[in-house]
């Protein structure tokens, strides 16, 4: 493993504690859409373009975009 490949997967395990650590939904889903930014980089360190490609626009725009939809439709941030 190269050093880069163990820094970006030390930055996905912080940013998954992040994610999980966070209370207020609206900035979840904030840090979600981040943490899938970081999971892109991860997959082109690991030379995988199309899941890149992939998590780029599921878990980075469409996936956190929907959540927002879903928390506005059911009344906004409940803490």
């Known amino acids: 493993?190269?050093?880069?490949?163990?820094l970006v997967?030390?930055?996905v395990g912080a940013g998954a504690?992040?994610?999980?650590?966070?209370?207020?939904?609206?900035?979840?889903v904030v840090l979600l859409s981040m943490y899938?930014?970081?999971l892109m980089v991860l997959f082109?360190?690991?030379?995988?373009?199309d899941v890149a490609l992939s998590?780029?626009?599921v878990g980075t725009v469409v996936l956190p975009l929907l959540l927002?939809?879903?928390l506005a439709k059911v009344g906004?941030?409940?803490t």
């Open 76 to 78: 906004g941030s409940r």
């Open 44 to 49: 082109l360190v690991l030379q995988a373009p």
């Open 36 to 38: 899938g930014a970081v």
């Open 9 to 11: 997967l030390v930055l």
């Open 68 to 70: 927002l939809l879903g």
């Open 17 to 28: 504690a992040v994610v999980v650590a966070t209370r207020h939904p609206v900035r979840q």
């Open 55 to 57: 998590e780029l626009s």
């Open 1 to 6: 493993m190269t050093t880069l490949e163990v």
